[in-house]
Every structure is written in structure tokens, then in C-alpha cells.
């Protein structure tokens, strides 16, 4: 199953996987760099240019709750919903 993009801004793509494992997460990816992002709190594991990384925990602190609840879709296999970009 191919991994849903559910929104995009500044050259940055925010991805949610279907079979993924807790905590509730999220993919990002900005060129050749990836990390992951807890829902809950913010927490990124891997790397970012320090520019691209404050967009994604901006955006992050806008839209926690629709991130936790594309995160109940997915492990229930429905849809995911697209999230608005950062502007």
C-alpha cells in the first residue's frame, strides 16, 4: 500500500503510513532528508535543515488534532484527509 501524502508546503511532503507502529506519527521528507514527527508532542528523530525543520514543527502545532485523527484512519485502513499547507 503506498504511504499517503496528506499535505505539502515549501518543498516539504507530510506522509502518514498505514501499517505503522506507535507512538502516533508522522513522515516528513524536504529533498534527500527525512524524519519523523511524534503527533502527541513534537519530538523529531533524524534530521532537517534547521529552516525546513521549524516549518514542519509550526505546521505541526497547527494541526495537531487533524494529525491524530488521520492517525486513527490509518490504523483503521480508511482514507486518509488532506491538512491544509503552511503559508
Request: charged content about 20%; proline content about 8%.
Amino acid at each position: 500500500m503506498p504511504v499517503p501524502t496528506i499535505c505539502r508546503f515549501l518543498g516539504i511532503v507530510i506522509m502518514i503510513n498505514y501499517n505503522e507502529h506507535d507512538p502516533p506519527h508522522f513522515h516528513a521528507r524536504y529533498g534527500h532528508e527525512k524524519i519523523s514527527v511524534r503527533i502527541t508532542d513534537g519530538v523529531v528523530i533524524g534530521t532537517f535543515p534547521s529552516r525546513a525543520l521549524s516549518h514542519v514543527l509550526e505546521w505541526w502545532n497547527l494541526h495537531r488534532v487533524e494529525l491524530a485523527e488521520n492517525w486513527q484512519l490509518a490504523r483503521l485502513h480508511m482514507p486518509l484527509k488532506t491538512i491544509e499547507p503552511l503559508e
